[in-house]
């Protein structure tokens, strides 16, 4: 099982940025996916999740109606669309499966800062 995020970056506040996420290891299309973050200091914390045939999606309250997870079966990969971003979303990202018990990716740095 394998996680391989990017997309992250530098993004002043009210930016946009787009997160992806490569599985592979595991029968991508049976699983439900999820994005989580973990900011300096913190604990990791669950932004978002969707269920493996993308029909039912839920969020953190901090984020909800900024950011949209999304999938894609054919390709194993799930998408965080995340819009008016703020400085408290500078965090690692990363995506998994909770299911799979597999290994933690590296995740993929987002910093919002002006």
């Known amino acids: 099982v394998q996680f391989v995020e990017s997309g992250g970056g530098l993004v002043q506040p009210g930016g946009s940025l787009r997160l992806s996420c490569a599985a592979s290891g595991f029968t991508f299309r049976n699983y439900g996916m999820s994005w989580y973050r973990q900011a300096p200091g913190k604990g990791r914390e669950l932004v978002a999740a969707i269920t493996s045939g993308g029909g039912s999606t839920n969020y953190a309250d901090s984020v909800k109606g900024r950011f949209t997870i999304s999938r894609d079966n054919a390709k194993n990969t799930v998408y965080l669309q995340m819009r008016s971003l703020r400085p408290e979303d500078t965090a690692v990202y990363f995506c998994?499966?909770?299911?799979?018990?597999?290994?933690w990716g590296q995740g993929t740095q987002v910093t919002v800062s002006s």
């Open positions: 998994y499966a909770p299911a799979t018990q597999g290994r």
